[in-house]
C-alpha cells in the first residue's frame, strides 16, 4: 500500500537527517524530525489533505521526538 512506502521513505529520511548534526558558529546543531503522512484521496479538496497531515504531525510531536505518524483515512 502506498501509505506504507510513504511512511517507510519518511522514517528513511528521517534518520538520515537525525544521524547527522550541522554546524552553526562553531557549534553543533542536531535535527530532530516528526512528521505526519497521509495521501490524497480523489476529489478531496487539497487542504483537507493537507489539514489530515498537519494533524499528523502535531500527534507525532505529542508522542516525543523523532516520530513520524500515518494520519487516518477519513
Known amino acids: 500500500e502506498f501509505r ?7 522514517e528513511r529520511l528521517q534518520r538520515q537527517l537525525t544521524r547527522a548534526y550541522f554546524l552553526a558558529n ?3 546543531i542536531i535535527i530532530t524530525f516528526s512528521a505526519g503522512v497521509t495521501v490524497w484521496l480523489p476529489g ?5 489533505t493537507i489539514e489530515r497531515a498537519d494533524q499528523a504531525m502535531y500527534r507525532a510531536k505529542l508522542a ?8 487516518e483515512l477519513p
Open 44 to 48: 478531496e479538496p487539497e487542504a483537507d
Open 4 to 10: 506504507r512506502v510513504l511512511f517507510r521513505s519518511t
Open 26 to 28: 562553531q557549534d553543533k
Open 64 to 71: 516525543g521526538k523523532n516520530r513520524v505518524l500515518v494520519a
